[in-house]
Nanobody
Framework: QVQLVESGGGSVQSGGSLRLSCAVS????????MAWFRQAPGKEREGVAS???????SYTDSVKGRFTISHDSAKNIMYLQMNSLKPEDTAMYYC??????????????????WGQGTQVTVSS
């Protein structure tokens, strides 16, 4: 019933930009935490960015200053604006969400809902 659907992935050259979207349907909550995770071949899944319903955001060190997470509560769409992309950003990107507030923002097991993923490929 609850669905998260990512879009906006694709291929881009180093230094380029992409904006990922995650549309959430089936639920609506006044408090929430949402996040973007990514997993590259041969690497563990890592949290990229998170946003809480009060607007608080967090980023992993490798994307600070380059990525921006936001959420349109009216449309229930989460975005990840990715600028100055690097080949090491190449990964499958997943959106995740949970109703209420959590404290471990980059722990995947804390999230209740996940999207199917969208591939981002950055070429040199």
């Amino acid at each position: 019933q609850v669905q998260l659907v990512e879009s906006g992935g694709g291929s881009v050259q180093s230094g380029g930009s992409l904006r990922l979207s995650c549309a959430v349907s089936g639920v609506s909550y006044s408090t929430y935490c949402m996040a973007w995770f990514r997993q590259a071949p041969g690497k563990e899944r890592e949290g990229v960015a998170s946003i809480v319903s009060d607007g608080t955001t967090s980023y992993t060190d490798s994307v600070k200053g380059r990525f921006t997470i936001s959420h349109d509560s009216a449309k229930n769409i989460m975005y990840l604006q990715m600028n100055s992309l690097k080949p090491e950003d190449t990964a499958m990107y997943y959106c995740a969400a949970i109703e209420g507030i959590i404290t471990e923002m980059f722990v995947g097991e804390a999230y209740s809902y996940w999207g199917q993923g969208t591939q981002v490929t950055v070429s040199s």
